[in-house]
């Protein structure tokens, strides 16, 4: 099993930043990929972004389109953790964030992958 534990959320002003932290532990190593959704109120949940990496070489990153350009992924392998930059932030970007894991690929088509944090808020007010 792989634990998933984020942190970051927050309330912030439109045009603000937060940086948002997944820590993953328990059996990493089956973990091919980790990536961010999140869950607006009355919406479904939607891919935010992606990465799949080993060692020093990132394999790839995903972004949604609504968040390109302002958002940006990455990871800390020694530390298991992975971190969401989320610049210029717009009130349509409030929702609970949830950080995902897989064994596999991440893809902005994925809708299940096989671990889930507990998600963490962030509002932005206009």
């Known amino acids: 099993q792989v634990q998933l534990v984020e942190s970051g959320g927050g309330l912030v002003q439109t045009g603000g930043s937060l940086r948002l932290s997944c820590a993953a532990s328990g059996r990493t190593f089956s973990i091919y990929a980790m990536g961010w959704f999140r869950q607006a109120p009355g919406k479904e949940r939607e891919f935010v972004s992606a990465?799949?990496?080993?060692?020093?070489?990132?394999?790839?990153?995903y972004y949604a389109d609504s968040v390109k350009g302002r958002f940006t992924i990455s990871r800390d392998t020694a530390k298991n953790t992975v971190y969401l930059q989320m610049n210029s932030l717009k009130p349509e970007d409030t929702a609970v964030y949830y950080c995902a894991a897989d064994g596999g690929r991440i893809v902005p088509s994925t809708r299940n992958p096989a671990y889930w944090g507990q998600g963490t808020q962030v509002t932005v007010s206009s």
């Open positions: 990465i799949s990496w080993s060692g020093r070489y990132t394999y790839y990153t």
